[in-house]
């Protein structure tokens, strides 16, 4: 809320001077929540986790401190999820993004280093194999956006909402299939996923289809 929106905003790469105004933001949530209606203990309850968030599990990171021997609980959570909505989301200073299933693994890469390994686990359990709201391609050559994992298993496949596409850039709202869905001889999967995308990448808002 504190950094300018010029530095938020810029289209290039951010200099040494502007990347310092950034890394301020864990201190300016501090300031936020001491300045909110509420009780001292609920505010000295919650300031933790926000002035931690980008300390990661082994101490790198910032802000720098000398009181902070282990980060709190809720501020390893909120770093996971943190970097995960960074690097899937558009952000005007990088052109990529990160599919939802390669941000996955990138936060497996680090785990027990960056990460809390079990909570990393916990979260990659949770938001399963293709997250929801991830285009994908299938083999069928049709497109769809995972809709949700009626089976809650580790290797679960999900259901997905295809989508139509009816010219000039239209697209609407198709049937739902299931991944699980197996083809006439019951020995393979109907569809296969052949790959997966951000749908903002092509102009798409999960949110209008699910």
């Not at 391609?137 to 989508?163: C, H, I, T, W």
């Amino acid at each position: 809320m504190e950094v300018s929106q010029d530095i938020l905003k810029k289209p290039s790469e951010l200099n040494i001077e502007e990347w310092e105004e950034i890394r301020k933001h864990p201190v300016s949530s501090v300031r936020q929540i001491l300045m909110l209606r509420a009780s001292h203990l609920l505010k000295t309850r919650i300031m933790l986790g926000p002035f931690e968030h980008h300390l990661n599990y082994n101490l790198s990171g910032y802000p720098k401190t000398q009181f902070i021997k282990t980060v709190s609980l809720f501020g390893r959570i909120l770093q996971i999820t943190d970097v995960y909505d960074a690097i899937t989301s558009p952000r005007s200073y990088h052109d990529a993004t990160y599919s939802p299933p390669e941000a996955l693994s990138h936060l497996m890469a680090g785990a027990g280093k960056e990460f809390d390994y079990t909570l990393t686990k916990v979260f990659v359990s949770m938001m399963g194999r293709y997250p929801i709201g991830t285009l994908l391609q299938l083999d069928s050559g049709e497109f769809g956006l995972v809709m949700d994992y009626p089976d809650k298993g580790e290797n679960a496949l999900p259901r997905v909402v295809l989508l139509v596409e009816e010219g000039e850039g239209i697209v609407k709202r198709g049937e739902v299939v299931d991944l699980l869905e197996k083809d006439e001889d019951n020995r393979s999967f109907k569809r296969r996923v052949l790959g997966c995308f951000q749908p903002e990448s092509y102009g798409i808002k999960a949110s209008d289809f699910i």
